[in-house]
């Protein structure tokens, strides 16, 4: 169990903020679900009570959200995360940002299409400066399976400057009922983001609701 830390999830009305938010609750985390503004934070939280009506949250704006966040998840589209960035870059200084950001593009969303920066792991750091510890992960998880009381066989590998803080991620992610990985430095989000757009590709030649990744090698 935690310590009863926050967990800020900015942009948390999607799935995979949901699902977080659900599998972080269950082991003690406080949840803050933050939108643009104060009335789509809400109707997240109503929505996320609807599937998990065992999942207290409590609604704010991202700003907010940011400042209320011992720890702060971004989970917004890619076209959104450096505006989201720019409303709370104050309020992330000395905190971890779990950036799951993949730089998809429509409609080629199976084709590997970086940004300029080599990443959005990358791009959030470079924007955030290092005084922010950003720490991408989660990238290749099939977000519908995190709302479910299932197990994700699909390991998380995880990307950051700063290895404490991706071993705290890696923990969380653990607390979460899956494996994580130390990755490297962020620089190295470009692979975990561009595997997304190639298990997409799988799911589709293969008639596969959910491929993944599996870390192999290991000792017993």
Not at 31 to 39: A, D, K, P
Request: glycine letters at 10%; charged letters at 20%.
């Amino acid at each position: 169990m935690s310590s009863k830390e926050t967990v800020a999830i900015l942009g948390g009305t999607g799935d995979l903020g949901t699902g977080l938010a659900i599998r972080w609750s269950k082991v003690g985390y406080k949840i803050v679900i933050g939108s643009r503004t104060q009335e789509k934070a809400e109707a997240a939280v109503k929505a996320l009570k609807e599937t998990s009506p065992d999942t207290p949250a409590e609604a704010m704006e991202n700003a907010e959200a940011a400042r209320a966040g011992d720890i702060v998840v971004l989970t917004v589209p890619a076209d959104h995360q450096i505006s989201t960035l720019e409303l709370v870059k104050d309020s992330l200084a000395g905190k971890i940002l779990i950036d799951v950001t993949v730089p998809l593009v429509p409609p080629k969303v199976g084709t590997v299409q970086m940004p300029p920066e080599g990443s959005a792991g990358k791009r959030a750091q470079d924007f955030l400066g290092e005084e922010v510890l950003v720490v991408s992960a989660f990238q290749n998880i099939a977000a519908h399976l995190l709302q479910q009381d299932v197990t994700i066989e699909c390991d998380v590998l995880v990307t950051g400057n700063d290895k404490e803080s991706r071993q705290r991620v890696i923990d969380m992610i653990g607390e979460a009922g899956m494996t994580g990985w130390h990755a490297g430095p962020i620089a190295n989000a470009a692979a975990a983001e561009s595997l997304t757009s190639i298990l997409i590709q799988i799911n589709r030649s293969g008639g596969i609701s959910h491929s993944g990744i599996k870390i192999i090698g290991q000792e017993h």
